[in-house]
């Protein structure tokens, strides 16, 4: 039977209230970019860790004197540039892409005009876009200045949410972030839904891991059927273990 919609938007607000206090709210943004750069930025991140992408972003930026530069540079030069990423083949042309479709589209090579935008608005111009996802589009809109009330849903804050069961553990990330988005309070402002983003995803990265969950110490077990389970069935393991 689906459960009641009013008992799991309790219940994802109390899991985000533990994870808070666990994780500590407010979690300050770790982006201050402009929301084209942002886009960028989220771009080269995808199934890479953060040291990398962070290190090819800053490539990016050394190499071409602004994004105009970047969208007519040689793909190749651009691929070399952003060596580490995973798939630089693909998402050197890609970026490229998206700034031509950016400028196109807009008629300038800037995404600032978002933030007049309503936020369904906002993210159904990005996702109109080829390449553009329902994360990335919540990340400009959240991580950026634009500093948006917008969801994204990582690998981590997915995995969480499958195995506490506010989502159907066969729900796949794109449609999760309608879903997820909905169970939160209409009237939380940009910093409360990035909290949540990000207190979902530190729970992944640093308890609910994927392959090895540490359910033995883990603050939202009694909210959670997949760690209940492990316990009763005897397992439940120790700490570390890294995610992929
Ligand atoms: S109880 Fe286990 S499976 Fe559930 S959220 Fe915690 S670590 Fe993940």
């Known amino acids: 039977m689906a459960p009641d919609p009013q008992d799991l938007k ?3 607000l109390v899991i ?3 994870l808070c206090a666990v994780y500590g709210c407010p979690i300050p943004y770790f982006h201050s970019l402009d929301p084209l750069s942002e886009l960028i930025s989220s771009l080269l991140s995808h199934r890479t860790r953060n040291a990398e992408s962070g290190r090819a972003f800053k490539a990016l930026r050394a190499r071409y004197p602004d994004w105009r530069a970047l969208m007519n540079a040689d793909p ?12 630089p083949e693909q998402k050197a042309p890609r970026i490229q892409a998206v700034l031509r479709a950016v400028e ?10 978002l933030s007049e935008m309503p936020i369904a608005e906002a993210r159904a111009w990005l996702q109109s876009i080829p390449g553009i996802g329902p994360k990335t589009s ?9 500093r948006k009330a917008a969801l994204p849903v990582d690998s981590h804050h997915h995995r969480v949410a499958q ?9 796949d990330v794109g449609p999760s972030h309608q879903a997820l988005a909905a169970l939160l309070p209409p009237n939380w402002d940009a910093q409360q839904v990035y909290d949540n983003h990000e207190v979902m995803m530190l729970h992944g990265q640093r308890c609910c891991f994927f392959k090895s969950p540490a359910c ?11 760690g209940q389970g492990r316990v009763g069935a005897g397992r439940i393991p120790g700490n570390a273990e890294a995610t992929p």
């Open 138 to 146: 919540a990340a400009v809109l959240s991580f950026s200045t634009l």
């Open 104 to 113: 196109e589209r807009h008629g300038a090579l800037s995404l600032d005009f």
């Open 76 to 87: 190749h030069e651009v691929e070399q540039t952003i060596q580490g990423v995973t798939w």
């Open 16 to 18: 985000h209230e533990k």
């Open 163 to 171: 195995r506490t069961a506010l989502i159907p553990a066969s729900m």
């Open 10 to 12: 309790a219940k994802a």
């Open 216 to 226: 033995g110490r883990c603050a939202i077990l009694d909210l959670c059927p997949t």
